[in-house]
T-cell receptor
Framework: DARVTQTPRHKVTEMGQEVTMRCQPILGHNTVFWYRQTMMQGLELLAY????????DSGMPKDRFSAEMPDATLATLKIQPSEPRDSAVYFC?????????????FGPGTRLTVL | AQSVTQLGSHVSVSEGALVLLRCNYSSSVPPYLFWYVQYPNQGLQLLLK??????LVKGINGFEAEFKKSETSFHLTKPSAHMSDAAEYFC??????????????FGQGTILTVHP
């Protein structure tokens, strides 16, 4: 049963520290998405990649967030420096985007708390 | 641009009652529509999807949704609610054209509460 995996599941850190979240997409999927979920804003798309190339990161605060996909089995989302307002659940999703575009499968999320 | 609107941020039903969660879409092209469910402290799980085949789509856990083009709706139903159905439900439309191909646009979510 193929699944998207995310690490860590929980992260508590202090303001100003660097945070790195990792995602392993489902093998064979060509598109990876990063979402953030908060009570106030709901689900927001931060960035996404197709065939490891960044397609859209307009949802990310550019000064502190960065997303990369160093290889087909790993996507990373980094926050440096972190701030309390970054506290949220961060989801990774992967999909096989062909014609028609197919389902996105979500990981369990990383719950980030910045003190 | 494509969008979905979920009517009602909270829905409460009794166990055994009909569940109806409403979703309306806006799209200039034939839409591909999804319903996801999120249980507490978990990720989103696909319930069902519409990809222009049958207009009545059956999903997991006894849920189904009907695509109605004339009403631009894709409402989610279940004949008899179970306590385990308590969760948040998201309707979404996927972008099938242009530079945002493959992007999902989510509704605001509907929290379903099931009373004994």
């Amino acid at each position: 049963d193929a699944r998207v995996t995310q690490t860590p599941r929980h992260k508590v850190t202090e303001m100003g520290q660097e945070v790195t979240m990792r995602c392993q997409p489902i093998l064979g999927h060509n598109t990876v998405f990063w979402y953030r979920q908060t009570m106030m804003q709901g689900l927001e798309l931060l960035a996404y990649f197709r065939n490891r190339a960044p397609l859209d990161d307009s949802g990310m605060p550019k000064d502190r967030f960065s997303a990369e996909m160093p290889d087909a089995t790993l996507a990373t989302l980094k926050i440096q420096p972190s701030e309390p307002r970054d506290s949220a659940v961060y989801f990774c999703a992967s999909g096989l985007v062909g014609s028609p575009p197919d389902t996105q499968y979500f990981g369990p999320g990383t719950r980030l708390t910045v003190l | 641009a494509q969008s979905v609107t979920q009517l009602g941020s909270h829905v409460s039903v009794s166990e055994g009652a009909l569940v109806l969660l409403r979703c309306n879409y806006s799209s200039s092209v034939p839409p591909y529509l999804f319903w996801y469910v999120q249980y507490p402290n978990q990720g989103l799980q696909l319930l069902l999807k519409y990809t222009s085949a049958a207009t009545l789509v059956k999903g997991i856990n006894g849920f189904e949704a009907e695509f109605k083009k004339s009403e631009t709706s894709f409402h989610l139903t279940k004949p008899s609610a179970h306590m385990s159905d308590a969760a948040e439900y998201f309707c979404a439309v996927i972008n099938a054209g242009g530079t945002s191909y493959g992007k999902l646009t989510f509704g605001q979510g509907t929290i379903l509460t099931v009373h004994p």
